[in-house]
């Protein structure tokens, strides 16, 4: 039970109850033929199943016109703990996107693909081509947990290994349980009788699942690909002088999103919880989630998630709750050190000597681009011969993993056919964008679409000022949700109209502290205009080994942010710019 029962419910809270375990009227509506809309109650619910009915943003106003409705479609995101994908899925994948989808894919942010453009008379094909290489999406979206990424390579080491096995299991462990995604999508048998009890059907979940959704991450130091600290729950490998495991320092509190004018609301980056052996790591997963499904705020989303419990409750609280359901005390963390988030790109061999390729995919869209790269056929023709697997990545990339050493001269013979060899510059291969517009339903400006462009720009004043070999994290988002994670970013970009961004400076390179808010409602001139004479102050008077966002704050530009509601705290610029 929620610990804030005094309040009305939130509205998906009854949603939930009264769903009969996520099924509501999704089968009637997906026959509904007149329509291409599902019932706003269904929007909510087939979240759970890993889907979101948008529109085509760019076609609203023509379609009005019309007098038709929107040109409505689902975004589906498939459910692969780690990123871990056999040839063979990344195959089904390639063959959805072009005959349901609109012909591209999308690596994400979480280790895994969307497909946009699927409209819902396409959608059970879809998902049933998916099951036919053991491929799904539930809980790929919705309260509950979502997919479990891991540090990116498990065949880098026995603590990778690991570490995938981790998130694998926790995965699969903390899955619903309930029938209905089979029943839906894939014409599986209902339940005799129609009515399925809590305790059989979401033992973990219960029948209103969790207040809001829940991020879980594993981390092998020192690379923070996963950005452990913008996550509900984390894992941080601890090993021993020889590499081998140990056990596990457990995070809680992290998440990315906030709502623009209100201070209520904010990011925070998770605090280390305790330490637990490897026998006790699952048990730990399933008591922070079940603490947070009995203590979250059920009465309001915008305070729903993991971090505010945290900030409510206190961590020794959370310390106590957790330890006492795993059944053995959270020990005190272990030292452990973070050195950066990005990915490595290009090959290397793990210890088995096998080979691996890390590909730089823009923004994570795999497409054949015009006068560009072939990613998507070129991906499609490693696949076909490719003797390892497919590995997603945090930051949107791909790692063509496993490869033998008879099997390598032909992936680089591809690589090179297709144009897919990473020419991109140290600040591009660091940047990100969430898919904004013309899809998503919440944005309000521009994502993917533009930040390559400004890239360009920033590219260009870098060279003027011999810093063009820097490494400089930039994300950018179409609003405040944070799904590509800004805040965490040395340069952050937020939308909040079209053409205008909230700009984020000072969140440190390897991932623990998050940003400031530097300049609000800005676009592109103003953004060049401030960010020239401080990119030239940094190349002239940053000390040995130091990151840009610890120059702006060493340099006065801009406040350090502690963690909570202080990123609200002392915003904006603190000095002029040189």
Request: charged fraction near 25%.
């Amino acid at each position: 039970m929620s610990a804030m029962t005094d309040k009305p419910l939130a509205r998906n809270e009854g949603l939930k109850t009264k769903s009969h375990y996520l099924r509501g009227t999704l089968a009637e509506g997906l026959d509904r033929e007149i329509t291409g809309e599902i019932t706003e109650d269904d929007q909510q619910l087939v979240k759970f199943h890993g889907m979101y009915l948008q529109d085509e943003r760019d076609l609203r106003a023509e379609r009005s016109k019309k007098k038709m409705e929107k040109a409505f479609s689902f975004m589906i995101r498939v459910r692969i703990p780690g990123g871990v994908t056999t040839p063979a899925q990344w195959l089904a994948m390639d063959q959805i996107a072009r005959d349901y989808g609109n012909g591209t894919m999308r690596l994400t942010t979480r280790e895994t693909f969307q497909l946009h453009g699927v409209i819902k008379f396409n959608a059970r094909a879809s998902i049933q081509k998916l099951d036919s290489v053991l491929l799904d999406t539930i809980a790929a979206c919705g309260d509950v947990n979502r997919n479990v990424m891991t540090a990116s390579n498990p065949h880098q080491s026995g603590a990778h290994k690991a570490a995938y096995e981790l998130g694998k299991n926790i995965s699969d462990y903390l899955l619903p349980r309930t029938g209905a995604y089979r029943e839906i999508w894939l014409n599986g048998e209902k339940v005799a009788g129609g009515e399925e009890t809590a305790t059989v059907v979401e033992p973990i979940y219960g029948e209103t699942y969790l207040p809001r959704k829940f991020k879980t991450v594993v981390a092998v130091p020192p690379q923070n690909d996963v950005d452990i600290f913008a996550h509900d729950l984390g894992f941080i490998a601890i090993l021993n002088d020889k590499g081998e495991l140990e056990g596990w320092n457990v995070t809680v509190g992290g998440g990315m999103g906030m709502t623009h004018g209100d201070v209520k609301t904010y990011p925070r980056t998770a605090d280390v919880l305790g330490f637990v052996r490897p026998e006790h790591a699952l048990k730990a997963a399933e008591s922070v989630l079940t603490v947070q499904r009995d203590w979250g705020d059920r009465t309001n989303r915008a305070h729903a998630r993991v971090k505010y419990t945290v900030e409510d409750r206190g961590l020794d609280a959370w310390r106590r709750e957790v330890g006492r359901r795993i059944g053995v005390a959270l020990g005190e963390p272990r030292p452990f050190k973070f050195t950066h988030t990005g990915d490595r790109y290009g090959w290397s061999k793990s210890e088995d000597g096998r080979n691996h390729l890390t590909l730089f995919i823009e923004n994570g869209r795999i497409k054949d681009w015009d006068g560009g790269p072939r990613i998507m056929t070129g991906l499609r023709r490693i696949a076909e011969v490719l003797d390892g697997e497919f590995r997603m990545t945090s930051n949107q990339n791909v790692i063509i993993a496993n490869i033998s050493d008879e099997k390598r001269p032909e992936v680089e013979r591809l690589v090179a056919e297709y144009g897919l060899t990473d020419k991109a510059s140290p600040i591009r291969r660091n940047a990100m964008a969430c898919v904004a517009l013309p899809t998503c339903g919440l944005a309000l400006a521009e994502s993917e679409r533009y930040l390559p462009s400004l890239i360009t720009a920033f590219e260009d004043i870098a060279e003027k000022h011999g810093i063009a070999d820097e490494e400089i994290v930039v994300r950018m988002t179409g609003c405040p949700n944070g799904c590509a994670r800004p805040y965490l970013a040395e340069i952050g970009f937020v939308g909040k109209g079209p053409g205008k961004y909230n700009l984020y400076l000072g969140a440190a390179f390897n991932g623990e502290r998050l940003s400031k808010l530097y300049l609000e409602d800005v676009g592109e001139p103003e953004i060049l205009a401030a960010l020239d004479p401080i990119l030239g102050d940094f190349a002239k008077n940053r000390q040995t080994g130091e990151h840009f966002s610890d120059f702006v704050i060493r340099a006065g530009y801009i406040a350090q942010t502690g963690n909570g509601a202080d990123f609200h705290v002392n915003t904006g610029p603190q000095r002029p710019a040189a």
